[in-house]
């Protein structure tokens, strides 16, 4: 599907509300060798719209892994649930940081689904990253 082109005002929004990290991750934009994504919550190709209530921002390996899902499985209970809505839910009511600061943890059924779906603690490049900004002193992030 061709790349959409989000107004510039528009993305600023996303970019200030999303204090410019990922919304899955919170990969923050200074620390992210490439420019975070303007995604789309609901994919365009499930019928999500260019509104702004649709979009946010991502890093490139959390959106790559997201691709068009909008639904995942949730190992402990056994359910379908929906993807963690990084515009409408909070990222510490579903996931907490690993004791060693690289992995993350979900609290829920939807941060477990989220886990699993978009790769967040198997990516061999984002957990090779993450493991050196711990070190840096830079992650994991309080808030
Ligand atoms: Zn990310």
């Known amino acids: 599907m061709a790349r959409v082109q ?3 005002e528009t993305e600023r929004r996303i ?3 999303a204090r410019e990290r990922c919304g899955y991750c919170l990969s923050p ?3 992210v060798m490439a420019r975070l994504h303007v995604e789309h919550i609901i994919p365009r190709s499930k019928g999500g719209s260019d509104d702004e209530l649709n979009l946010w921002l991502s890093c490139p390996i959390c959106n790559g892994h997201k691709s068009d899902k909008t639904h995942g499985f949730d190992d402990e209970t056994g359910a379908t649930v929906p993807l963690f809505n990084p515009r409408t839910q909070r990222w510490f009511d579903h996931f907490r940081w690993a004791a060693d600061g690289i992995g993350i943890v979900g609290l829920t059924a939807i941060g477990r689904a989220t886990v699993a779906a978009l790769h ?3 990516d061999p490049d984002a957990l090779g990253i993450r493991s050196y900004w ?3 002193g830079w992650h994991p992030p309080k808030e």
Do not use: G, K, S
């Open 29 to 31: 934009q200074h620390l």
């Open 120 to 122: 967040l603690n198997d």
């Open 15 to 17: 970019r200030t509300e």
């Open 134 to 136: 711990v070190l840096a």
């Open 6 to 8: 989000i107004p510039l």
